[in-house]
């Protein structure tokens, strides 16, 4: 069973930073991409960043490029999501989702699996 469990989440401060987590299980990792989305209240979901884990080729939705960053620990079958210089703009529930294929890809019409997200609320 694909399972993604996402943690991190919590309130900050304008100009803060946090972590994501993405954890994992269920599949061969290094042969998936993981994406990160988010949707806000009203809003549509975004794609935020975008790794294919076996070549680490990475992709950024361009409201958080130069901000965010997206890594993945393959020991531990993890991508993380550091979100730096955080704006109110950035609050919404983030989703980490995961699809087959070795070409990083933003699509989300493409990813396949989606965990439950986490809450990142940015305060003023």
């Known amino acids: 069973e694909v399972r993604l469990v996402e943690s991190g989440g919590g309130l900050v401060q304008t100009g803060g930073s946090l972590r994501l987590s993405c954890a994992a299980s269920?599949?061969?990792?290094?042969?998936?991409?993981i994406g990160w989305f988010r949707q806000a209240p009203g809003k549509e979901r975004e794609g935020v960043a975008f790794?294919?884990?076996?070549?680490?080729?990475?992709d950024y939705g361009a409201s958080v490029k130069g901000r965010f960053t997206i890594s993945s620990d393959n020991t531990k079958n993890t991508v993380y999501l550091q979100m730096n210089n955080l704006k109110p703009d950035d609050t919404a529930v983030y989703y980490c989702?995961?699809?087959?294929?070795?070409?990083?890809?933003?699509?989300?019409?493409?990813?396949?699996?989606w965990g439950q997200g986490t809450q990142v609320t940015v305060t003023s």
């Open positions: 989702a995961a699809v087959f294929g070795e070409f990083v890809t933003r699509y989300e019409y493409e990813y396949r699996y």
């Open positions: 269920g599949f061969t990792f290094d042969e998936y991409n």
């Open positions: 790794i294919a884990i076996g070549s680490g080729l990475s």
